[in-house]
């Protein structure tokens, strides 16, 4: 015969994790608890640092040892962004100059992810589903990244909007069919009136 649950400790067993569960996620138990979502993006975008990190390891050598015939140093880390669900986020990469500090040593992982080809992709599927660039920002499922709320905006200045917004609407040869027409419609505008679409 079945055993019937309280409908208040059911509820209170689902939003629990098993202690096992916590200890293994340490610090990732708060975006666990967020949801899946939450997990895989803070996985993922811990992933993508010790990715970072290897190959300035690999370029430069390991951190405390000299090499007098290095040919690159680290030079600290720098903000940056990566695509990640069609939205563009900030995470820390780390630096590396050529030993004589003439340029930048470029990062292969951070150059792959920072690419905007999977925003623009997420764009031209987006339009072609009929979905306006105004009403873009309400397709894409909330997250939370670096423990910020969700739905938390940066503040931008209105020339930073702008090139975002045209930075991120696809070029007119990048789309085919109606979404060619309308991607460079929409960038036209944008560009015509001076400020980003609201949402």
């Known amino acids: ?17 098993p202690p096992r569960v916590e200890e293994a996620l340490g610090e990732l138990v708060g975006a666990a608890k967020d949801g899946l979502l939450a997990l895989s993006v803070g996985v993922g975008l811990g992933v993508l640092t010790e990715l970072m990190e290897e ?5 430069v050598g390991p951190k405390g040892k000299h090499d007098p015939d290095r040919t690159a140093v680290r ?4 903000a940056g962004e990566v695509t990640l669900g069609g939205r563009r986020v900030a995470v820390e990469r780390p630096r590396a100059r ?8 470029a990062l292969g992982a951070y150059a792959h992810f920072a690419d905007r080809d999977p925003l623009t992709r997420v764009v031209c ?3 072609l589903a009929g979905v306006s660039t105004r009403r873009f920002q309400r397709t894409r499922e909330p997250m939370r990244v670096d423990g910020a709320p969700r739905g ?29 027409l309308g991607a460079a419609a929409a960038r036209d505008r944008a560009l015509a009136v001076g400020a980003a679409p609201t949402t």
């Open 1 to 17: 015969m079945k055993e019937n649950v309280p409908v208040a400790s059911a509820a209170t067993t689902m939003n629990e994790l």
């Open 98 to 105: 050529t030993a004589d500090g003439e340029s930048e040593v």
């Open 55 to 59: 190959e300035v390891d690999e370029v």
């Open 152 to 180: 938390a905006v940066r503040k931008e200045s209105k020339d930073e909007r702008l090139s975002t917004v045209s930075a991120g609407m696809p070029a007119p040869g990048r789309c085919s069919g109606p979404a060619k």
């Open 75 to 78: 030079h600290g880390h720098d």
């Open 125 to 127: 599927e987006q339009m």
